[in-house]
């Protein structure tokens, strides 16, 4: 089983995904598919977010079930707000807070 300091790490890998993603969306004003909202909601939405992982990772030892688990849930709302290639940052973070919250 993988420590959760991996999953931090991997984490937040995904999130800078997320954080490249949400700024090119708002540099060029375009995304990919459907989404909720303009580009800038887009764009925001998805640096918000990976903010919010990239800030609650390193905290996983206070609790890592309750840090893991959050992860695992803004990962899932990202997702609807990514598109194509950059839902693997999304898919990383999530990856990345389930070993959080079950690693030892």
């Known amino acids: 089983m993988a420590s959760a300091k991996t999953g931090m790490w991997t984490a937040i ?10 700024i090119l969306v708002l ?3 375009s995304f990919y598919g459907w989404h909720y ?4 909601v887009v764009g925001w939405t998805e640096i918000i977010l990976s903010l919010l992982i990239m ?4 905290y996983y030892k206070k609790s890592k079930g309750a840090i893991g688990w959050t992860i695992v849930l803004l990962a899932l709302i990202t ?22 919250a079950t690693g030892s």
């Open 13 to 22: 890998c995904g999130a800078c995904l997320i954080l490249l993603d949400g």
């Open 37 to 40: 909202g303009s580009a800038s």
């Open 79 to 100: 997702m609807p707000f990514d598109g194509g290639f950059w839902t693997l940052g999304a898919w990383i973070a999530l990856i990345g807070g389930a070993i959080i």
């Open 55 to 58: 800030v609650l990772a390193p």
């Open 27 to 29: 540099a060029n004003k």
